[in-house]
């Protein structure tokens, strides 16, 4: 199949912007919860829509009092929380552009971005923040004013705007179309200078409004309950923003956690409990790593394994009889399944805040048999498919019909095209504006409507779409074989020791690979094994390690063909980090910087 259409379920708003929701539903139900945040000793305390809509007002008053006019550009360079969020719409009601930076940008990156969309303001998380821009604030003359949000911003702004009517907001707000451009997002330049995508309020309308319609029941963890999840994506990333706008509009209560890491990170999810969550395949394959290696420290591996095993059955035994092709799980798996619900299933749901039973999975390509195992855990992951230029998702697995290890259908309202080169293209309302001030690169990318996204990909008969790796990835050996890398290193990857994976080749006689190990899963397996605890460099050396990673690769070469597989690898002493350049802010490969920064093992991989 070449082309697969879904109808838009959502009418598209022929008036009006992003903020007017905060209006209409506080004018609708004042006393609905429609956030949370954090006071000073840690605790969740609720916001009302009516509360929330009363901030926004005074937060956009303070930004008119201090300068800000429709259609001005300000940055936000913050980790995800609660002032994001209340920023974004107070700018919204005046028709300003949000525009985000990560929280670990560079100056030099720093400096590109403001310069390139002519900020003329910038909010900023702390002190650190505050330090970055100013060490290039003298080449950025359009750049008046700087906010600090732990310097109580917000109250000052407040304050700034308390003499200035209600009106001069509304008459901003209502000047907005949904072409009016809501933000500029940055790609996160895996191949060279990002790049400023021009999003309208219509492209995050018909995202947004897309995904509530057709996912709305899915987002509560039973019929009846208020719908609510915690965002703890970075809100400087396309999908963390779509998070933010459709919980908005779908009168989902929402709220937000800087951190990734999963001690902070579990402590919230009990505290929060959330209906729903939205992450990237990482945070599920940490929770499931560290389920397995509290099982394995007291003596019930065997078990856990068990149960593991017994969730991948009932979950394709589930997924084959939603697509007609089984009788769905027997009476025994049946009992198994219930049994391994008490002792393991349970405990993992629990760790998770205990309501959540569904969750949207995207950024990266998740493993089979991991989405299986959470199915069959009660825990049902939507693995989806987007980008910055398709305002986030463009497909998306459909609830009564998942099918695992592809990134599902198109969203309503979207059309996905392969071209004769498998390239992935796609239409519809969220597909973005182009890129700001690159008419060359956006003549390269939009065509009539359509997006060439780079990425390569097949439908099969039903509509659904798997990705099989970037054009410009494409690894080609001397003998002229063609490898896609991404396949090869998700396989890789699956294994509990590896933390990254970046297979090498081009115009090479063969394919090779470098690794990098995640250190609570080695300090574990060590500790299991009563070895001493290994420095860096003694664990490169370590045979016994060399030969699990072997598994790993041999067990990824058992898909390809031998032209395609692994020849030789080499455990690297330290992991790729976004400070030394070698991934993006969300944690994609940087290939290029990677094969320069380790030419040397590289070069010694085909001279051994």
Same mark, same amino acid.
């Given at each position: ?80 929380? &609660? ?18 930076? &990560? ?5 030099? =990156? ?31 003359? =359009? ?71 057709? &996912? ?97 059955? &009932? ?73 910055? #230029? ?98 090869? #290193? ?9 933390? =990254? ?34 420095? =860096? ?72």
């Amino acid at each position: 199949m070449h082309e697969f259409t879904v109808p838009a379920s959502a009418t598209a708003p022929q008036v009006g912007g992003l903020a007017d929701a905060v209006f209409d539903h506080a004018a609708d139900d004042p006393d609905r919860v429609a956030l949370a945040r954090k006071d000073a000793q840690g605790q969740w305390q609720d916001i009302t829509s009516g509360q929330f809509r009363d901030q926004v007002l005074a937060l956009a008053k303070g930004m008119l009092a201090e300068g800000v006019r429709f259609g001005d550009r300000v940055a936000i360079m913050s980790r995800t929380r &609660y002032e994001w969020t209340l920023f974004d719409f107070a700018l919204w009601a005046i028709g300003a552009q949000p525009v985000p930076l &990560y929280p670990t940008s560079s100056a030099e =990156q720093v400096y590109w971005m403001l310069h390139d969309a002519g900020v003329s303001a910038a909010v900023v998380e702390h002190e650190d923040h505050a330090m970055t821009i100013g060490s290039v604030v003298d080449r950025l003359p =359009q750049l008046k004013r700087l906010w600090q949000l732990d310097a109580d911003a917000e109250a000052e702004l407040m304050a700034a705007g308390a003499h200035i009517e209600d009106d001069v907001v509304h008459r901003h707000r209502l000047a907005l179309t949904p072409d009016t451009v809501a933000t500029v997002i940055y790609t996160s330049g895996t191949t060279g200078r990002p790049k400023g995508c021009v999003i309208s309020h219509a492209n995050f309308m018909a995202e947004a409004d897309n995904i509530v319609d057709r &996912y709305e029941p899915v987002f509560h963890s039973k019929p009846g309950d208020q719908a609510s999840t915690l965002l703890f994506l970075p809100l400087a990333h396309v999908f963390g923003r779509m998070v933010e706008v459709a919980a908005v509009r779908g009168r989902v209560k929402l709220g937000h956690q800087p951190q990734l890491s999963a001690a902070a990170l579990l402590p919230d999810l009990v505290a929060f409990r959330p209906s729903f969550i939205l992450a990237v395949p990482y945070i599920f394959e940490k929770v499931f790593a560290a389920a397995r290696r509290k099982a394995e420290l007291e003596g019930k591996l065997g078990p856990f394994d068990k149960a593991v095993e017994a969730a991948v059955r &009932y979950a394709e035994a589930t997924e084959h009889k939603a697509f007609g092709t089984g009788p769905g799980p027997g009476a025994s798996l049946r009992m198994q399944h219930q049994l391994f619900d008490k002792l393991v299933y349970g405990k993992l749901r629990e760790a998770m805040g205990g309501r959540c039973r569904h969750a949207m999975s995207g950024g990266s390509a998740m493993e089979r048999r991991l989405g299986l195992f959470f199915d069959g855990a009660g825990m049902r992951i939507f693995e989806g498919y987007g980008l910055t #230029e398709s305002t986030a998702a463009a497909t998306a697995n459909p609830p009564e019909q998942t099918r695992f290890g592809t990134v599902g259908r198109p969203i309503p309202g979207t059309t996905v095209h392969i071209a004769e080169d498998s390239e992935v293209w796609l239409h519809g309302g969220q597909i973005f504006q182009g890129y700001l001030n690159n008419p060359e690169a956006t003549g390269e990318t939009l065509h009539d409507g359509w997006l060439a996204t780079g990425d390569l990909g097949s439908l099969d008969e039903d509509g659904y779409l798997t990705i099989t790796g970037r054009k410009k990835e494409i690894l080609v050996t001397s003998s002229g074989k063609t490898v896609s890398p991404a396949t090869l #290193e998700e396989r890789v990857r699956a294994h509990p020791l590896v933390a =990254q994976c970046v297979v090498v080749g081009n115009d090479r006689p063969y394919i090779s690979a470098l690794v990098t190990l995640d250190q609570e899963a080695v300090s574990h397996w060590l500790t299991m094994r009563e070895k001493p605890q290994l420095s =860096q460099a003694e664990l490169v050396c370590d045979a016994d390690l060399e030969t699990e990673i072997r598994r790993a690769v041999v067990a990824a070469n058992t898909q390809v063909s031998q032209a395609e597989s692994i020849r030789t690898f080499r455990i690297l002493a330290a992991q790729f980090t976004e400070e030394q350049g070698l991934l993006t802010p969300s944690l994609k490969l940087k290939r290029k910087a990677i094969e320069k920064a380790y030419a040397v093992e590289i070069e010694a991989l085909y001279h051994t």
